[in-house]
Structures are given as structure tokens and as C-alpha cells.
């Protein structure tokens, strides 16, 4: 999605997933996801949204930023949303508008970290869509999101032990997700690849 918030054109619970050479029949993939969407979840710094842009060009799906869309429809950022309304005001909207891209979909949809925290957002995702854990270490999260501002959770704070403390809480949700895909020090590619591949073995084992 761009920032305007407009979409860009474009097996077991928790299923680890290494990237593997070659690709599977993104068609074929395509064909076998229907009208469902592909939830990226995960920490800030995992890289949903440069990988979710790069999974849906392979899939030929459009990809959405749930962040973007909320700031579409608040008239703000989310830092002002933060800012100006607190942290629930952003959950209560992020879980509608995240509701309403569901049935909208199918699209690749990038959500925020604390998006997959919130159950109905869990079961409205299970019902409609398929999520996909990008997991990642400490050390490799800290590095990333050191590189830019503009985090609420991080501002004024300590960023390794925030996220210390975000992964103790969220990584056992996240550990719901349909698929797990590690998003470490491997390219954006080769985690595009890694999700393919879990995807496929996912989607062929809810047709057996």
C-alpha cells in the first residue's frame, strides 16, 4: 500500500519454514489461497512490509499496509494517533480497519506489531485469511529498528529493552500464526522464497 493508503498493484500451526532454491507454481499457489488474504505479523523491524510488497508482486496480489490505512482513515499518523488519542484509540481503529481489509481482500497485508495481539483480530484473520509469522532474534530487531524514528513504543526508551520485553509477551501469540518464516540475516528474497515454500506445503495440506 502506498502512504496514501491505497493498495499498491501490483499444515501445522506455527510451521518453520528455511529458504529453499527454486519456486513453486505462484499460480498454482494463488489459485489455492482464493479469496483469502496473507497476514504478515510480527515485530516492528521483522520486515513486513518490504517483504510483504515482494510476496505479493511473486503472487500477483495487492499489497496493503494496515498502518497506512488506518492513517488514511484517522486523518493522522500513527505517532499522532499515539500521541493525541493513546494506545487503545489505535487498537479499537486498527481493529476495524483491519476487519474491513479482510473482506476486502484478497491481498498481502502487512499489520502492525500489536495488531495480532487482539483476539477478535486473531479469529476474524483465521476466519479470512492465512497469517504468517516473520520471526526474527533480539540482536537482528534492534539493529533494524534503530535505523529510524518514529516508533511510538520506542520513543524516549531504551529499544533493546523494549523489545526484550515485547517479544516475552507477543512471540507466544504470534506462535499461533498459521506459518512461521524466519526473517533474520537472509535477503528480503530469500524470505519471500521461505514463505512460498511453507505456503505451499501449508495449502497442500489443508487439501489432503
Known sequence: MTRSGKPAEAAPKSETAMAAPGDPD????RSLIGARSLVLVGLMGAGKTTVGKR???????SFVDADAAIEEAAGESVSEIFENHGEQYFREGERRVIAR????????????????MDEGTRENVAAKGISVWLHADLSVLVERVSRRGGRPLLRKKDPAKVMKDLMDARYPIYAQADIRVESGESSHDAVVDAIL???????????R
Open 55 to 61: 510476496l505479493a508482486h511473486r503472487l500477483g496480489l
Open 26 to 29: 505462484a499460480g498454482a499457489l
Open 197 to 207: 515454500h511453507a505456503l505451499k506445503d501449508y495449502l497442500e495440506g489443508q487439501n
Open 101 to 116: 481489509l479482510l473482506d476486502e481482500g484478497p491481498y498481502v497485508l502487512a499489520t502492525g506489531g500489536g495488531a495480532f
